[in-house]
């Protein structure tokens, strides 16, 4: 309450003004994609993506609709600016992340424009922080042109199978490998570690798969060390997409909820390891 | 070989490999007639564990008779495949292990809940043949105690202890950690339990003798057993000889063999590299036990004989096996190598690892396993020469 008293005299300045009665619906989906400091803030009507991206090969977008806040004023068509995600992440846990039920951080995020800094007002149990971080020219997302006509492979899996896959994923192999199929193995993840090989298969039939339209056969293999991050929106998920198209790039859809049931998404766009051709 | 784990039972090859990763690194693979033994031993030879689980442990065990393959891989490997117990007492159905002799391949598949299928290829070397010599059945003290007696001893010895004794008498078992003499009086802690016979299921002891080993490998067999409520079976023999751990059931028997410090502290303190005839040997036994020595390397035809070196200082008895090696240094806790920790001298190494041969092979003239052993010890030279822990 004192936030919103505080600024509605100020709200004609900024073009950019989100309220979160819960912080965390924010901060636990950052978590998710913070592999690289650096973060491409883009806010239109529909809400916020912040998109982070690592050697031109990887990009993980995060998801939270309009909806998710309270409230979400922009004054713009399209709001962007780059910003250091782990800088913000801390801020976000500036009262320190307590899990207490019933107390939660309410955040107001606030943005001028164009040079200025973003604006966070920070309320837990009567004390308010106010931090400005400063904010970048925001560099063009790269575009991986992954468009749904082109996507040969699709399943829809129950994240819980594939959290274990990971958590024993071999990660002495360079790669990891995928491959999608309308016949054996369907689905299958393989490693190439320093002991041998390893798969790990998913039937279609299994009552963990929830989609599976595989139009045909492909190998493709990603580094694992782009991969891996992934993880982390996993853990976050209960269900995942993995679709691949005609080049071989990889999307991986996770579906989070947060912490009042909302539903936000998080993607992860791959670049397929091109050292190895497909067979 | 084509055998299949069901059920519960994977969870207990788990733990077994797991207990296994406690001796060494490499894991030992060798299908027999009368099942599957997975064996470590680790690298200075001083601890070798072997599990045995009959054909009737798998719901299907078939292998090529008159084989005699066997191979090692690293330990490691094993364990990723058996990574989470917890998930797999939960998801795990079955589990195939297959041998794929022209691509050198251990393949081992879990059939999972919800269709999931694991596939790990594991490569393996080649290996020669471990075993360890020992007759539990000759042992004079021999003990019987559920796990949870053990490990309730154990807990109370710091994670970082590296020796206990173990000493019996007609009623009583003491257990308390070992101290080297040459520790500070006042910066050392005793720790010592003492255990009631009728603590044991079953508790015999004729000789009042002494041991000490390595506590370090006997956590991973209490491991083992605690988790599959098996009684844990003790041998005890004197000093020197080995003391042998075993769980046993109807379908397994895994049996843990920690060679043991020989001689008495007043010994010990001594003996020091190649001073083997200088060392002063117990008083009481001096005379017999030099005699004896000196006959059993006459004997051996392994053993180029101890001339250069002197004959080994004594051990208690005429068991040419266990004895000899393990009284050349006071860090003899290790049957063959003890030498290796303290000595540099490349002519006491000689013998010691002739030793070793006796701990693996039988004292008889050559068969076919000892023709191996004498080129594996010599092969190993460079490696025994590190430290233990």
Known sequence: ?279 | MHCIVTGGNVKVLAKAVHSLSRIGDELYVEPQEDGLALRSVNSSRSAYACFLFAPLFFSRYSITSGDNFRCKMAIKSVQSVFRSLTTLEKTVEKCHIDLDKQKDRLTFTLHCKHGLLKTHNLSFQDSESLQAVFDKDSYANVFRAQPRLLVDTVVHFPPSLDEVTVSVSDERMWVRNHVEEEAEASKAMLTELCLASDEFDHFAAQAHNSVTFCLKELRGLLVFAESTGLPVSMYLDEPGSPVVLSVTDSVLEGNFVLATLSDDPSLRKNSSKGAHTAAPPPPDDFMNDDMDSYLIAMDTSIAPGPSNTGPPPPSLSGDTRSKRPAAVSHKARILIEEAEEEETDDLDRLPNKKFRSLFFGSVLPPSSQLSTQPMTSQEVLASDSEEEN
């Open chain 1, 1 to 279: 309450m004192p936030l919103s008293t505080q600024s509605q005299g100020d709200d004609e300045q900024y073009v950019l003004v989100a309220n979160l009665d819960n912080a965390r619906n924010l901060s636990n989906i950052l978590k998710a994609i913070t592999f690289k400091d650096h973060a491409i803030f883009t806010a239109t009507t529909n809400g916020l993506k912040v998109t982070v991206e690592d050697s031109k090969c990887l990009q993980a977008n995060a998801f939270i609709q309009a909806e998710i806040f309270q409230e979400f004023t922009i004054r713009e068509d399209l709001v962007a600016f780059q910003i250091n995600l782990t800088v913000l992440l801390d801020c976000l846990n500036i009262f320190g992340g307590t899990t207490t039920p019933g107390v939660s951080t309410a955040l107001r995020m606030c943005y001028r424009g164009y040079g200025y800094p973003l604006t966070l007002f920070l309320e837990e149990g009567g004390v308010v922080t106010v931090c400005k971080i400063n904010t970048q020219e925001p560099e063009e997302p790269i575009d991986f042109e992954f468009c749904s006509t082109n996507v040969t492979n699709k399943v829809i899996l129950q994240s819980e199978s594939l959290k274990e896959a990971f958590s024993e994923l071999d990660m002495t192999s360079e790669v990891l490998q995928i491959t999608m199929s309308p016949s054996q193995p369907y689905f299958r993840l393989s490693t190439f570690g320093n002991a041998g090989n390893a798969h790990y298969d998913y039937s279609k039939d299994s009552d963990m798969m929830e989609l599976f339209k595989c139009t045909e056969t492909q190998t493709n293999r990603y580094k694992m060390s782009l991969l891996k991050p992934s993880t982390k929106a996993l853990a976050l998920s209960c269900k995942v997409s993995v679709r691949t198209d005609n080049r071989g790039f990889l999307s991986l859809q996770y579906l989070v909820r947060n912490d009042d049931g909302q539903i936000c998404f998080v993607e992860y766009y791959c670049c397929p390891d091109e050292e190895v051709e497909e067979n």
